[in-house]
């Protein structure tokens, strides 16, 4: 849907109702007043009303190619767990003004599926709308060139598109045929280093003869999903399902072991410990949990408090005023925001795993803050492997003033507001600074004096680098990284890195002879350091 009213033009292009779980995303411009803010307004039969926080700022390029007249254009993105199953009579986009007006938009309310009524009906609907979505994606794409893009979309449209609905009897018969010693999976459908964890992990499984169900969750359709591996090599088989189908694989009792990746983007997590934990009690299934971010301790999963600090998990009694007040990112599908319920159900779990997977001694650290009575032996420390690095770094001695690498997808918790901070501050005192981002920064505005390259591989890395005759990549991560995939890939490049004094990334630099780890501080400090450590490097023999 897409609409105009008063100097507001918008556009829903995504709005989905299941189950208690809303998501949509759009964009919204206004060419007389500044947005700062979006909501997203529930009216429910009853009468009450329901706010959901969006996440607006995002870079939508589409919409400003499409639209020359409308720069200021800014996507939103909304996903939450709803307080009430009622029945949403009217939806509104409300407009927040950076001169105190608000303005409210008419949102189209879709039909809402809360049980497996329906689900034929509402897997006809779901596929006219992803494709309609695609092709008009698309065209835009083709103009542009961009035909790799094109196809790599189609391609995973197709696979969306072509997983069934799991009946009861389907998935009885699905599970039935599972071999003895199955092995159950449950992982984020998000990206990033945790799915690449998940995905090397199942192969494994796979090739060693084990049969493997991974279960996932997809914001953008609010569906639980599942993936059958079969271990004897037989093609993949995936079915979307209700939540409670668990139940189903539970009672096979063909699983001999659970494995916990991640469950971000999940709603309702605070179920999630007790469905894990009746495998145990019904099978005696082994139980393997992995940490790759902090969301076992607090929903805020990077440990961000409410003004977007690394909190490194203060005294409880700190949580239960902070988690109340944070209302960015997937927190809110945590509906309680009651810290002492979310630690009382994930320390039951924890109190009985056989194994607690952790990629750096931080990690530990953070979590037995959290959890105490965690027990040593059940910790396992198994930092990730690595893959050779292709190419070498080669340091720009001839290049002028000061060029500096940020690598992968960089949003806020990566660091995107050090990064433009720094931009400022740079601007501000007149130094030549130019920040190459290999990879995407995720923010409204972007400075001049920035350059993207999108998305790249790692092997690509060290050629991009150089091109860009950069002098040193800084990792701007404002929280504890579990690891730091691109802290390794840089180190192994032999690029010199500066890093924050926190986290796995500090752990790696600290030790790291073209490493340097400062303590997280202001912007006027930061590029003091970054200054200081470019004349260290001029005056080094870095052949």
């Not at 411009?29 to 009468?47: C, N, P």
Request: proline letters at 5%; aromatic letters at 10%; hydrophobic letters at 40%.
């Amino acid at each position: 849907m897409t609409g105009v009213q008063k100097g507001a033009k918008w556009s829903v292009d995504s709005l989905e109702l299941r189950e208690g779980n809303l998501y949509s995303y759009g964009w919204c411009a206004d060419s007389d007043r500044t947005i700062f803010k979006l909501d997203l307004v529930l009216e429910y039969s009853t009468g009450s009303l329901e706010t959901v926080t969006t996440q607006y700022g995002v870079s939508r390029r589409d919409v400003t190619a499409t639209f020359p007249d409308l720069p200021s254009a800014c996507g939103y993105l909304a996903y939450a767990t709803l307080s009430s199953r009622e029945p949403v009579k009217n939806i509104w986009l409300r407009l927040h003004h950076a001169d105190g007006t608000r303005q409210d938009l008419s949102c189209p309310v879709p039909r809402q599926i809360e049980s497996s009524k329906g689900e034929r009906y509402g897997q006809r609907m779901l596929q006219w709308r992803l494709l309609l979505g695609y092709a008009t994606r698309a065209l835009r794409l083709v103009r542009q060139g961009q035909w790799r893009t094109v196809w790599q979309r189609a391609k995973a449209l197709a696979a969306r598109l072509n997983a069934p609905f799991g009946s009861d009897a389907t998935l009885r018969d699905v599970f039935s045929r599972l071999a003895p010693g199955a092995v159950f999976v449950l992982d984020h459908s998000l990206g990033g280093g945790a799915n690449k964890y998940s995905a090397e992990l199942v192969q494994s499984l796979a090739e060693s003869g084990r049969d493997v169900v991974l279960w996932t969750f997809t914001p953008v359709l609010l569906r639980h999903e599942i993936c059958i591996h079969d271990g004897g090599g037989a093609p993949l088989r995936k079915f979307h399902l209700a939540w409670e189908k668990w139940e189903l694989l539970l009672a096979s009792r063909k699983v001999s072991e659970v494995v916990f990746n991640n469950c971000v983007g999940f709603p309702r997590q605070e179920q999630i410990p007790a469905m894990l934990l009746a495998f145990r009690q019904a099978g005696g299934a082994r139980l393997r949990l992995l940490l790759h971010d902090f969301n076992m301790a607090c929903p805020s999963y990077f440990l961000l408090n409410q003004e977007g600090k690394f909190c490194g998990v203060p005294d409880v009694s700190q949580c239960r005023q902070c988690l109340p007040r944070i209302n960015d990112g997937l927190v809110r599908l945590f509906v309680a925001r009651d810290i002492d319920l979310w630690r009382s159900r994930w320390g039951e779990l924890l109190n009985v795993a056989d194994e607690i997977v952790h990629f750096s001694p931080s990690s530990r650290t953070f979590l037995s803050r959290a959890y105490p009575s965690i027990r040593p032996e059940q910790w396992v420390f198994r930092p990730h492997r690595m893959s050779p690095p292709v190419g070498r770094f080669q340091y720009p001695r001839q290049e002028a003033g000061l060029r500096v690498a940020v690598v992968g997808q960089i949003g806020v918790h990566k660091g995107s507001e050090v990064v433009l901070a720094l931009l400022e501050e740079a601007k501000r005192q007149h130094v030549n600074l130019h920040v190459v981002v290999v990879g995407t920064l995720e923010a409204e505005a972007k400075p001049e004096d920035i350059t993207q390259t999108g998305v790249y591989k790692p092997e690509n890395l060290a050629t991009l680098l150089n091109q860009h005759a950069v002098h040193l990549a800084l990792m701007p991560s404002i929280w504890a990284e579990t690891f730091s995939y691109v802290t390794h890939e840089l180190m192994g490049l032999m690029v010199p890195l500066l890093a924050f004094d926190f986290g796995a990334q500090a752990e790696a630099v600290s030790a790291y002879a073209r490493g340097r780890v400062i303590p997280f501080g202001s912007a006027h400090d930061l590029l003091r350091e970054l200054s200081d450590f470019k004349r260290e490097l001029d005056s080094r023999d870095l052949s």
